[in-house]
């Protein structure tokens, strides 16, 4: 199975600030992967897939970037309903596997 | 605009098996894929496998081979999880997800549309 490793787990932020937060695969997934947003108590929601195209609705503020094993998600400057638990995904293989999660919160 | 209604929640004892269901509205039913993701109290997300309704045969993670069944009802654009053999690890959120289907060389599927999830309490 391919490995996914999210850094940091934990990213304390002010709002308003930037965020850049780290996907590593363990194998190529060539730009099979995405970003989900979850907060507590909800189901999670698409915010990139295919690396870097934003899902329907989600603001420009969120950017995808990266290909092969290495990605990155940003958020150019926090508002305070970006603070929450952020999944990448990849698709390319089977099984399809998450990385564990990096936790945005207010620093 | 594509909504997923789970069913209800379900407590089940150890040793039995759960069925879970998440009937589509809106979008294309056959031709998305339906995906079923797990989580664990505290934890994080967990795929189990899928299915592209057009195709009938679904995929799943190794680490459910042989204890989950995921079919999909075309008449009613519903799609099923069955998980066999419960344990207590087994307690958690289960969620349905559809996305698009793209045929490369291969194919593959995201989730783009969550539902609410569907909460299996495994106790005896």
């Known amino acids: 199975d391919i490995v996914m490793t999210q850094s940091p787990a934990t990213l304390p932020v002010s709002p308003g600030e930037r965020a850049t937060l780290s996907c590593r695969a363990s194998?190529?997934?060539?730009?099979?992967l995405a970003w989900h947003q979850q907060k507590a108590g909800q189901p999670p929601r698409l915010l990139i897939y295919?690396?870097?195209t934003r899902a329907t609705g989600i603001p420009a503020r969120f950017s995808g970037s990266g290909s092969g094993t290495n990605f990155s998600l940003t958020i150019s400057s926090l508002q305070s309903e970006d603070f929450a638990v952020y999944y990448c995904?990849?698709?390319?293989?089977?099984?399809?596997?998450f990385g564990q999660g990096t936790e945005v919160e207010i620093k | 605009q594509v909504q997923l209604v789970q069913s209800g929640a379900e407590v089940k004892k150890p040793g039995s098996s759960v069925k879970v269901s998440c009937k589509a509205s809106?979008?294309?039913?056959?031709?998305?894929?339906i995906s079923w993701v797990r989580q664990a109290p505290g934890q994080g997300l967990e795929w189990m496998g899928g299915?592209?309704?057009?195709?009938?045969?679904?995929n799943y993670a190794q680490k459910f081979q042989g204890r989950v069944t995921i079919t999909a009802d075309e008449s009613t654009s519903t799609a099923y999880m069955e998980l066999s053999s419960l344990r207590s690890e087994d307690t958690a959120l289960y969620y349905c997800?559809?996305?698009?289907?793209?045929?490369?060389?291969?194919?593959?599927?995201?989730?783009?549309?969550w539902g609410k999830g569907t909460t299996v309490t495994v106790s005896s």
């Open positions: 997800a559809r996305g698009p289907v793209v045929v490369a060389k291969s194919y593959y599927y995201y989730m783009d549309v």
């Open positions: 809106g979008g294309t039913f056959n031709t998305d894929a």
């Open positions: 299915i592209i309704p057009i195709f009938g045969t679904a």
């Open positions: 194998q190529s997934v060539s730009n099979n």
């Open positions: 295919d690396a870097s």
């Open positions: 995904h990849q698709y390319n293989n089977w099984p399809q596997t």
